[in-house]
């Protein structure tokens, strides 16, 4: 988009590329409501994914809010409360994981590493992505909103003198007959 | 022809639509030299007002050259240089013989409609839903203009069209809702919105006299340009609004308050603003009054609250015990542009305001749908934009 000022050019610059939060959003909005569909209507499986057990009303609960963080995410102009409250959800799904009793793993899975771990991991990993898709809604929207801050429009006035001198001076302005 | 159409909330579309045709003897077909997205067409985008359809041209601040005039205008020719005011009037109704231009009895043609909503119609407002009309709007390449013998504005050959298109809406709405506050020399007028019509506020009730004009925002280069205006300015993200007006006032509170914001005030710290998104995002609520509220509180009892700003439906926790017990007089509607079009000219024509000051970004009309982006997050400085096609 080219951009053009009454000024010549003094503020004829290229608008900021688009960043990787927006994307990111995207994302991470649809992941919340995959992940929410799956908790609530398969919260065994969940469980068992996790190695854990006895968290299924938790694990639903998990699911209600995974959906309004989606819906959220992808319906709402100001991304960033929702992105926290993704990020607050994932520290209290890592404190369920760390808090759970472990699963049954049965006789043939004793040798392959704790679904908690690989599932802690994954959670971890999930939260790093948070956090950097925060970060980088902060840097963009800060971004945004120093580049207007450049514009100084403190010499527009709009009258010919200064506008202490203009005052009263349509005080007489002519109403037409009819009103 | 191309045109900015509405397709849904957010979801605005450069495009290609049929061009206009003459309808009725008095229409004329104007081609758009310059035109500008409004504030109001920003509730719109954002989905508030109701009656939209998949499709609809959009805005309402244009002007451009006669190409094509219906065999019933004697006041157009092909080649007249025209701006045309947002609202349509017929110019014969009793509405419009008392000079009630935006309440034309015969120019909206869904008024049926507009009344089960209203209880009465109002008048026909171009690009702005089918409860004003359902006309197609000014951010078009063409534009039909209907009942144009009386509307348009004919601009002499000298005038910039920068100069003269803000004479189809901000100019005389600015100009209307300082008029009517009936400013006197010893008035302290606070206007709340330093947006394009805010700007206008802040100039127009400088030059009706106001001693002092006080302008509300939070935006910088806003206030800025208000100040340059001739207003003392507060920021409400920094400092309380009562306290500072009461302090401007010596306590009394400003004799006259001018709602410039409308249904989307954007007070994000108070606990009213909070209410007023659960409840809007819950559709129990359509408008956020926040302005309203506080120009109720803080206004000197025996003042006058003026609104441009632009309500659509219903709003809560209004304290109506306040303006009755304050004996208030709140006056409001949309602007009857023809009432004030020749006067504001003169004062164009005289120098003794030069209105593109409020323009910050000229771009081509395919531009339209990023730039009510910009404008509607008042990123890059974004004040006004102005479109060509």
């Given at each position: 988009?080219?951009?053009?000022?009454?000024?010549?050019?003094?503020?004829?610059?290229?608008?900021?590329?688009?960043?990787?939060?927006?994307?990111?959003?995207?994302?991470?909005?649809?992941?919340?409501?995959?992940?929410?569909?799956?908790?609530?209507?398969?919260?065994?499986?969940?469980?068992?994914?996790?190695?854990?057990?006895?968290?299924?009303?938790?694990?639903?609960?998990?699911?209600?809010?995974?959906?309004?963080?989606?819906?959220?995410?992808?319906?709402?102009?100001?991304?960033?409360?929702?992105?926290?409250?993704?990020?607050?959800?994932?520290?209290?799904?890592?404190?369920?994981?760390?808090?759970?009793?472990?699963?049954?793993?049965?006789?043939?899975?004793?040798?392959?590493?704790?679904?908690?771990?690989?599932?802690?991991?994954?959670?971890?990993?999930?939260?790093?992505?948070?956090?950097?898709?925060?970060?980088?809604?902060?840097?963009?929207?800060?971004?945004?909103?120093?580049?207007?801050?450049?514009?100084?429009?403190?010499?527009?006035?709009?009258?010919?003198?200064?506008?202490?001198?203009?005052?009263?001076?349509?005080?007489?302005?002519?109403?037409?007959?009819?009103? | 022809m191309k045109a900015l159409c509405w397709h849904?909330?957010?979801?605005l579309r450069y495009e290609t639509v049929p061009d206009p045709i003459i309808e009725e003897?008095?229409d004329a077909i104007i081609k758009m030299?310059?035109c500008?997205?409004?504030?109001?067409?920003?509730?719109?985008?954002?989905?508030?007002?109701?009656?939209m359809k998949s499709g609809d041209v959009v805005g309402h601040?244009f002007?451009g050259?006669v190409v094509e005039v219906g065999?019933?205008?004697?006041?157009?020719?092909?080649?007249?240089?025209?701006?045309v005011?947002?609202?349509?009037?017929?110019?014969?109704?009793?509405?419009?013989?008392?000079?009630?231009?935006?309440?034309?009895?015969?120019?909206?043609r869904?008024?049926?409609?507009?009344?089960?909503?209203?209880?009465?119609?109002?008048?026909?407002?171009f690009g702005?839903?089918h409860?004003?009309g359902g006309y197609p709007g000014g951010q078009a390449e063409y534009v039909r203009v209907p009942?144009a013998?009386?509307?348009?504005?004919?601009?002499?050959?000298?005038?910039?069209?920068?100069?003269?298109?803000?004479?189809?809406?901000?100019?005389?709405?600015?100009?209307?809702?300082?008029?009517?506050?009936?400013?006197?020399?010893?008035?302290?007028?606070?206007?709340?919105?330093?947006?394009?019509?805010?700007?206008?506020?802040?100039?127009?009730?400088?030059?009706?006299?106001?001693?002092?004009?006080?302008?509300?925002?939070?935006?910088?280069?806003?206030?800025?340009?208000?100040?340059?205006?001739?207003?003392?300015?507060?920021?409400?993200?920094?400092?309380?609004?009562?306290?500072?007006?009461?302090?401007?006032?010596?306590?009394?509170?400003?004799?006259?308050?001018?709602?410039?914001?409308?249904?989307?005030?954007?007070?994000?710290?108070?606990?009213?603003?909070?209410?007023?998104?659960?409840?809007?995002?819950?559709?129990?609520?359509?408008?956020?009054?926040?302005?309203?509220?506080?120009?109720?509180?803080?206004?000197?009892?025996?003042?006058?609250?003026?609104?441009?700003?632009?309500?659509?439906?219903?709003?809560?926790?209004?304290?109506?015990?306040?303006?009755?017990?304050?004996?208030?007089?709140?006056?409001?509607?949309?602007?009857?542009?023809?009432?004030?079009?020749?006067?504001?000219?003169?004062?164009?024509?005289?120098?003794?305001?030069?209105?593109?000051?409020?323009?910050?970004?000229?771009?081509?009309l395919s531009?339209g749908?990023?730039?009510?982006?910009?404008?509607?997050?008042?990123?890059?400085?974004?004040?006004?934009?102005?479109?060509?096609p």
């Open positions: 988009m080219k951009t053009r000022y009454p000024e010549d050019g003094a503020f004829d610059e290229a608008p900021p590329k688009a960043g990787i939060a927006q994307p990111l959003v995207r994302v991470l909005g649809w992941a919340s409501l995959v992940l929410g569909v799956a908790e609530l209507v398969a919260p065994a499986r969940i469980e068992r994914g996790a190695g854990i057990r006895d968290r299924r009303a938790a694990v639903r609960g998990f699911g209600v809010r995974e959906l309004a963080s989606g819906a959220g995410l992808l319906m709402s102009r100001k991304p960033q409360p929702w992105i926290w409250a993704r990020i607050a959800g994932d520290l209290a799904d890592l404190a369920v994981l760390a808090s759970a009793r472990p699963g049954g793993r049965g006789l043939l899975a004793r040798n392959r590493p704790d679904p908690r771990l690989s599932a802690f991991v994954a959670l971890a990993a999930l939260t790093a992505v948070d956090l950097a898709c925060a970060e980088a809604l902060r840097r963009e929207g800060r971004a945004r909103r120093l580049r207007g801050r450049g514009h100084d429009w403190s010499g527009r006035s709009g009258f010919p003198r200064p506008a202490a001198e203009m005052r009263g001076v349509a005080r007489n302005f002519d109403v037409p007959d009819h009103v | 849904g909330k957010h979801d003897p008095r030299t310059h500008a997205i409004c504030g109001s067409d920003l509730h719109l985008f954002d989905g508030f007002m109701p009656g601040e002007m050259e065999k019933g205008n004697d006041k157009l020719k092909v080649g007249d240089r025209v701006v005011p947002f609202t349509i009037c017929c110019g014969e109704c009793e509405q419009c013989r008392r000079g009630n231009f935006s309440l034309c009895e015969r120019s909206n869904n008024a049926e409609a507009a009344a089960k909503v209203f209880g009465h119609p109002t008048g026909g407002l702005y839903s409860l004003t009942f013998d009386v509307a348009p504005v004919k601009i002499p050959d000298g005038l910039d069209d920068e100069r003269v298109l803000f004479l189809g809406d901000i100019f005389p709405t600015g100009w209307q809702a300082a008029v009517q506050c009936e400013i006197e020399p010893d008035d302290t007028v606070a206007v709340w919105g330093a947006g394009p019509v805010g700007q206008f506020c802040v100039r127009s009730a400088v030059l009706l006299g106001a001693r002092q004009v006080v302008c509300i925002d939070q935006v910088p280069e806003r206030l800025a340009m208000a100040a340059a205006g001739g207003a003392v300015t507060i920021d409400f993200s920094r400092e309380s609004v009562i306290e500072r007006l009461q302090e401007l006032t010596r306590g009394k509170g400003p004799e006259k308050c001018i709602d410039a914001v409308g249904l989307e005030a954007h007070a994000t710290r108070s606990i009213d603003s909070v209410y007023d998104r659960v409840k809007q995002a819950t559709m129990l609520e359509t408008d956020r009054p926040h302005v309203l509220r506080e120009m109720i509180y803080v206004c000197r009892p025996g003042g006058t609250l003026s609104i441009p700003g632009v309500y659509g439906g219903v709003v809560d926790k209004l304290p109506f015990g306040a303006l009755m017990n304050k004996g208030l007089t709140v006056r409001t509607g949309q602007t009857h542009v023809n009432r004030w079009t020749d006067g504001l000219l003169r004062l164009i024509e005289e120098g003794q305001i030069d209105p593109s000051f409020v323009i910050t970004h000229q771009v081509d531009e749908p990023a730039m009510y982006e910009t404008f509607r997050d008042k990123l890059d400085g974004c004040i006004k934009v102005v479109m060509t």
